[in-house]
């Protein structure tokens, strides 16, 4: 029996790039005291999560619902960023973030000046990447162009973490599903 499960691990092990083809993944973070979950929206909405190569350097668009069937009225939480460097030694800048709330006029929004992002996972191969890290952003209505406090009025502080499996731009993950 024990010399079968070197088999079935390898058998898992092959068969696991067929499953992992679909855009997957969570952001959870805390915003007015209370822990929120937003699941990522992959490529075939139109509003949804994607990659893309940008000569070293990878630009990422995370895009999360509360709801894990979002519909056309659904709020998103978007993170935006570029990332380069080794897996476990991944750098970041230019996060900007973007959370749309219900019955609100405008979204609120944070620019570089105002987040920070750490990448603890950063790993390309072919059409797909696996990231993680953690984030904090000040956000206001509308963004800012300055520097803004966490006191501020208006502004709201977000502070949470994600993970999540993406497909590159324009990559046809058709195949995959079926």
């Known amino acids: 029996m024990t010399r079968f499960i070197p088999l079935l691990a390898a058998a898992a092990f092959t068969a696991a790039p067929l499953f992992a083809q679909q855009t997957s993944g969570t952001i959870t973070a805390t915003l007015d005291l209370e822990r929120h979950t ?3 929206a992959g490529p075939a909405d ?3 999560s994607t990659w893309q190569g940008i000569d070293s350097r990878q630009k990422v668009r995370l895009v999360g619902y509360a709801e894990e069937e979002p519909s056309d009225d659904s709020t998103p939480l978007v993170l935006t960023f570029t990332a380069e460097g080794a897996p476990t030694e991944a750098r970041s800048d230019d996060l900007t973030v973007e959370l749309v709330r219900a019955n609100t006029d405008q979204p609120l ?3 570089p000046q105002n987040t920070t992002l750490t990448l603890t996972a950063l790993n390309t191969m072919g059409g797909e990447m696996i990231v993680a890290g953690s984030f904090t952003a000040v956000l206001t209505p509308g ?3 300055r520097i803004v406090q966490t006191d501020a009025e208006e502004a709201v502080t977000l502070d949470g973490n994600f ?4 497909q590159k731009a324009g990559e046809d993950t058709s195949a995959a599903a079926e």
């Open 143 to 145: 963004g800012a162009d």
């Open 38 to 40: 937003w699941h990522v």
């Open 109 to 111: 929004k944070a620019g």
């Open 163 to 166: 993970q999540a499996t993406l």
């Open 46 to 48: 139109p509003r949804g």
